[in-house]
């Protein structure tokens, strides 16, 4: 199940298949990258973030792809478990000098047991 | 756990009174923000402070006042609220200016009667 961009709120899918998150950003001068996860009742949680001198870049199960052409971002989940329900965000950073983080809309991820 | 700390968790205040939150970090971390964030919304910003100095104030009312009285401190002063301003409001810092990770506490949960 895949998300396109930040019209379809919510992703469902089954416990341990693969995940995708898209997100489309605003500015093309922006050159820092954050992936947020955020539960019910508890503030973000950083997952991942990319400079934009990078298109790519892994973690533990997440990979997150930057596509500054088109100005996609993309989150990817492997194996995807029930904890990992929750709102995840992208947030670019648009400050020309310092740290001026601006969400997007969120996408709600549900994973079903 | 974040090392994000913000106090008190939960406030309701009356649309005379005064209160603050407060945000404490220990992480030597030189740059602090405040954001707000509405029910099924993303956060947006409030205030950043650099080396304990405001930097960027998003055009907000002035009834939030917020102080910096240390690197590691940071307080949001509330007085005549409104109803609309309840809201989460999440404290968050990083190591520097630009381009480092955001760290977010859990927030406050404001409510104004």
């Given at each position: 199940g895949e998300s396109v961009g930040?019209?379809?709120p919510t992703l469902s899918v089954q416990e341990g298949d693969n995940s995708i998150i898209n997100c489309a950003y605003s500015n093309s001068a922006s050159d820092y990258f954050i992936w947020y996860k955020q539960e019910s009742g508890k503030g973000p949680q950083f997952i991942i973030d990319i400079r934009s001198n990078m298109d790519k870049r892994q973690g533990q199960r997440v990979t997150v792809l930057l596509n500054k052409t088109v100005k996609h971002l993309s989150l990817q989940i492997a194996a995807t478990q029930p904890g990992d329900s929750a709102v995840y965000f992208c947030a670019e950073n648009m400050g020309e000098y310092g740290n001026k983080l601006v969400f997007g809309a969120g996408t709600i991820l549900r994973v079903k047991s | 756990d974040t090392e994000v700390t913000q106090t008190p968790k939960h406030l309701v205040m009356g649309m005379t009174n005064k209160k603050s939150l407060k945000c404490e970090q220990h992480m030597g971390h030189r740059a602090m923000y405040w954001y707000k964030q509405k029910a099924k919304k993303p956060p947006e910003l409030m205030f950043v402070y650099s080396y304990e100095k405001l930097?960027?104030?998003?055009?907000?009312?002035?009834r939030f006042s917020p102080e910096c009285p240390n690197s590691s401190l940071l307080n949001l002063h509330l007085h005549a609220l409104q109803p609309e301003d309840s809201a989460l409001y999440l404290c968050a810092s990083s190591q520097?200016?630009?381009?480092n990770t955001i760290y977010f506490g859990e927030g406050s949960w404001l409510t104004v009667v």
């Open positions: 930040l019209h379809l | 930097s960027i104030n998003e055009s907000v009312p002035s520097g200016d630009s381009g």
